[in-house]
């Protein structure tokens, strides 16, 4: 994740993205002396599939063709390891799963989520969180975690959605 982070343009190479985040895990499983097995790395790699939000149902109904005997429990398993090592992200609003791109550092959560397109970026933004920490030092908050969560369109889908105006009206 970088400060100038931006919605993948339809000319992205996705396959770099899942390269990265898979060697990324198993370079800090090794380091932390933790598992991802094979099916907590099935669950990451479908997950890192697209940049968009994924539900565990749906990891669930990916997963089935390559384990038959998968269950529940057994995607929640994966997602809880996967959460717990800082590997993903979870969309509360959308009770849904995101690849993190920085998995390596302990941060905080801006997440931009397309209403068009359903596709989720995830930014620093060190000045609204160090803004919001501020707020919260004030008040004598603790936080456990932060995560802010920005729903709107962006900008390929406004864009779109501009371009469409403008035929209509004319």
Known sequence: MTDNATFPTPEHDHSICIRKAISVAEQLCLTRGVQLTPIRHKILELIWNSHKAVKAYDLLDQ???VNDAAKPSTVYRALDFLLEQGLIHR???LNAFVGCHCSDTQHDQLLLICTACN????????LVLGALAGELGEAGFISQRKTIEIHGLCKSCHATSNTLEENATQ
């Not at 596709?119 to 060190?126: H, K, L, M």
């Open 91 to 93: 969309v509360e609003s």
């Open 119 to 126: 596709t989720v970026e995830e930014r620093s933004a060190p």
């Open 63 to 65: 997963i089935r063709p």
